[in-house]
């Protein structure tokens, strides 16, 4: 055991002493000073383990602080720690981690701080997102953030979170739910001269998730999308979707590669729109008509 994480263990203990420390000298001064100094203890212990890398004994430090400000009435203060708390776990235990967010979310509700209660579950999210297993819960939370994003008019927050929904909603092969959510995200795009010519990669997103699901539907969308925004009509995303199609139709699935190929040469594609290629392709070979 390194002199950090002894040090780290006095403190502790000299916190707790303080905690329970009686008799003439606990009566004579007030119990608030004890809590305090019992707090910058426990702070001081998870920061020493902290540098020691013993994650999970300065979570422990940091929650306990965090009761400890929540006992005392600095609900703020409580928050906080629970966050420093979270950002230990998570090295060792996400579950540990999600725990102390959701705690601190609990507190920053009901002090009516939306934003700071969205950016923890958008900071959930972002743990749950890297493990296939998980991404329903991703799901969960950024849906949970976008919308308290919204009530605080920051229609920029949210979006960034519904479109990790949309991404993550395809990739569980919820199209309708990812289409609908491109599509009113693009609209919002649209509306906006900064942000208007980001709606083509939503577009493009939604059309390949209509796609997955059925041709036809896919045909009519895109002629939609290029009427709500004309310049879709002369993007690359555009004339691949169509030719993708076309060849779809004429059940040519080489011809359906190659044209993947030759964007992919120009404008790389990224792990989402592989996925989603492939599973239409995968789709298309499957298909009785086409053997």
Known sequence: MGDNEQKALQLMAEAEKKLTQ?????????GSNKIEDAIECYQRAGNMFKMSKNWTKAGECFCEAANLHARSGSRHDAGLCYVDASNCYKKVDIEFAVTCLMKSIDIYTDMGRFTMAAKHHQSIAEMYESD????????????????????????????????????????????????????????SSLESSLLKYSAKEYFFRAALCHL????????HAIEKYSQQYPAFQDSREYKLIKILCEHLEEQNIDGFTDAIKDYDSISRLDQWYTTILLRIKKAADEDPDLR
């Open 22 to 30: 009686k008799g003439f000298l606990g009566s004579l001064f007030g």
């Open 132 to 187: 296939h297993n998980t991404l329903a819960k991703a799901i969960q939370h950024y849906e949970q953030a976008a919308d308290y994003f919204k009530g605080e008019e920051s229609v920029s927050s949210a979006n960034k979170c519904m479109l990790k929904v949309a991404q993550y909603a395809a990739q569980l092969e919820d199209y309708e739910k990812a289409i609908s959510i491109y599509e009113q995200v693009a609209a």
């Open 212 to 219: 997955s699901v059925d041709l036809l539907n896919a045909q």
